[in-house]
């Protein structure tokens, strides 16, 4: 069975680039969510293995981090496993603060520690 990766806020040609890392390293697909009402519609819907958040989102320009807070902050769904998009660790830093995974940056997607940290929700 595919686990299912939830992609928020990313622009067409970032959701493709994080899709094909997942689909050709790991068995699971990749759905992607524009902002947090649609996020959340998805994650109350059916099960998510991972959700990764970009920190800006691409749509409204909102903040990531406050998708992660809203995710983190619901009973329901606190123990589903988030993390940030961002190249800047003090992003990276504030989002684990609030519950979320150590997360990884799109100029990151080709290195050996993005895959190392995915493979610990997504390896099967």
């Keep these: 069975m595919l686990k299912r990766v939830l992609d928020v806020g990313n622009c067409a040609a970032d959701h493709g680039a ?3 890392l ?3 390293n790991f068995r699971a697909e990749v759905v992607p ?3 947090a009402a649609d996020a959340l519609q998805e994650l109350r819907a059916q099960a998510v293995a991972l959700v990764l958040v970009n920190r800006k989102l691409d749509r409204d320009h909102s903040d990531g981090l406050d998708v992660v807070k809203q995710i983190k902050s619901q009973p329901k769904l606190a123990a589903v496993p988030v993390m940030l998009i961002t190249n800047f660790a003090e992003h990276q830093q504030s989002a684990v603060q609030c519950g979320a995974e150590p997360g990884f ?3 990151e997607l080709d290195r050996p520690e ?3 940290k ?3 929700f997504l390896a099967s």
């Design 33 to 35: 969510a524009h902002g």
């Design 118 to 120: 995915l493979k610990k």
């Design 22 to 24: 997942i689909e050709e």
């Design 114 to 116: 993005t895959l190392a």
């Design 18 to 20: 994080i899709r094909a």
């Design 105 to 107: 940056g799109k100029s």
